[in-house]
């Protein structure tokens, strides 16, 4: 077939200057001049034709659109498709390096310009990662987990809004999600996904030929699809291990500090006890214990922080009432961090159960991190609501720094050893979010509207 779309344009060009020809030499024979005019026009018709077949994509496309549902059974060439998308998937290491083979293989394939693609999973929704316009890479965008197009898509395999026999659900998607198809010019809705495992989406837009999806396309998108969605779950799993192998490393490197802790803890402790028999002045024998009792502390803070990076944390929970708690912890941090200005705005009364110990070793580590950020002018504001659908409470951050670096975003600065921070160890926020997941809240960040970054605690509600 490919071998038929190359010789078209060259075969069109010679029925035309064959035809041209054929003309004038009849026209010669019955000594008919052809007019100079008629001459330089059926010239330059030739030359835009030419120009059209070369340069116009979507020309040579209307052309192959043609050839392949006049002459052809099938409208695509499953097998080289395949091939095509392989061949690209081999030096896929990233997600985005997937999406691109897939939005690559989707273009030169389809009669379309209107190419979406969503990835994520089950829990957390899907992102819209690829679009024509990178303005429509936005949230508002995003498809959540529990919407209704997700359950239509695992029940019915695709979505088509020109569907001729709709059904009740059909209906439901196409009204709950009318914003969304109209913004995007969406008409039809396909899977990423393998063995019931729905990784993404794929929506495209109408074709430029004037034609309709078919069959056709459904069983080349789930083709394609299907593929697709092995090389992302082999990514996922490559990056799962590496960051299983990374934590692994950093409980081994926890393991030896915590044995060098132990023993210098153990050396000051029995210092301690015999110095009062050797100083003999007072003085000295104040500094020194005063200095002992200060690395005791200090060693003390750094033992416990050590130990949360395990793989198991136990929480000791207790029920308080959120609001009051954030402002104590606020009063204690503006005396130990007096250049920050803290911001505390609420309105009901929340009670949740949780750890107050851990709790306050999260907040401390946000603004120990807004402090690091912009030492001078930081006003951190604190907001807390109720989610009453989700029965959580929500508690938000937002600062007045620099941000968050977009490659950061949304999950990378969670990941242990990734920060962008001069001398940072990159664990703050990854232990952060390990010690949320043991008391069955969560944390995501992102770009305040206004500027500064802006970090949003969930919590269950007591």
């Known amino acids: ?196 495992h729905l990784i993404g989406l794929i929506g495209l837009g109408p074709e430029y030929t004037g034609g309709e999806y078919g069959h056709d396309d459904f069983d080349l998108l789930t083709v394609l699809g299907s593929q697709t969605a092995s090389a992302l779950m082999a990514v996922r799993m490559a990056e799962e291990l590496a960051h299983t192998r990374e934590q692994q490393a950093w409980n081994r490197l926890s393991t030896f500090v915590l044995h060098d802790i132990k023993n210098a803890a153990t050396m000051l402790s029995l210092l301690q006890e015999n110095a009062p028999e050797h100083i003999h002045e007072p003085e000295f024998q104040q500094d020194m214990l005063e200095l002992i009792d200060d690395a005791l502390r200090r060693m003390g803070r750094v033992e416990k922080r050590l130990l949360t990076l395990k793989d198991e944390i136990e929480p000791d929970l207790q029920n308080i009432e959120l609001n009051q708690f954030l402002e104590t912890c606020c009063n204690r941090l503006e005396t130990q961090l007096p250049k920050i200005a803290i911001q505390f705005e609420y309105t009901d009364e929340i009670k949740i159960e949780t750890d107050p110990e851990l709790l306050f070793s999260i907040l401390e580590n946000l603004l120990l991190n807004a402090f690091e950020a912009l030492e001078e002018g930081m006003i951190i504001r604190i907001e807390t609501s109720i989610d009453r659908n989700t029965k959580q409470a929500t508690v938000v951050l937002v600062d007045n720094g620099p941000g968050i670096k977009e490659e950061l975003l949304p999950d990378t600065l969670f990941e242990p050893f990734k920060t962008s921070k001069k001398g940072g160890s990159g664990i703050g926020l990854w232990q952060a979010r390990k010690v949320l997941s043991s008391l069955e809240g969560s944390i995501s960040a992102k770009n305040a509207q206004q500027g500064g970054a802006q970090f949003t605690i969930k919590l269950p509600l007591q």
């Open 1 to 196: 077939r490919k071998l038929v779309y190359s010789f078209v344009v060259p075969s069109i060009l010679a029925i035309y200057l064959l035809g041209f020809g054929v003309i004038a030499l009849i026209m010669n024979s019955f000594d008919l001049e052809l007019s100079y005019v008629l001459k330089w026009l059926f010239l330059v018709l030739g030359c835009v034709a030419i120009g059209l077949l070369s340069f116009s994509g979507k020309t040579r496309n209307r052309i192959q659109f043609f050839i392949s549902t006049h002459f052809y059974v099938d409208k695509y060439e499953y097998r080289d498709e395949w091939l095509s998308l392989s061949q690209e998937l081999q030096g896929a290491l990233t997600e985005i390096d997937v999406v691109s083979s897939l939005r690559q293989v989707l273009s030169e394939s389809l009669y379309t310009s209107k190419i979406f693609i969503w990835i994520g999973d089950p829990s957390n929704g899907y992102r819209l990662v690829s679009a024509p316009i990178l303005s429509d890479l936005n949230n508002t965008n995003d498809i959540k987990p529990i919407d209704p197009l997700i359950f239509f898509i695992l029940a019915h395999s695709y979505f088509h809004l020109n569907d001729t026999d709709p059904n009740p659900a059909w209906e439901n998607v196409a009204n709950t999600k009318a914003p969304l198809l109209h913004a995007l010019g969406l008409t039809l809705i396909t899977p990423i996904s393998v063995g019931g």
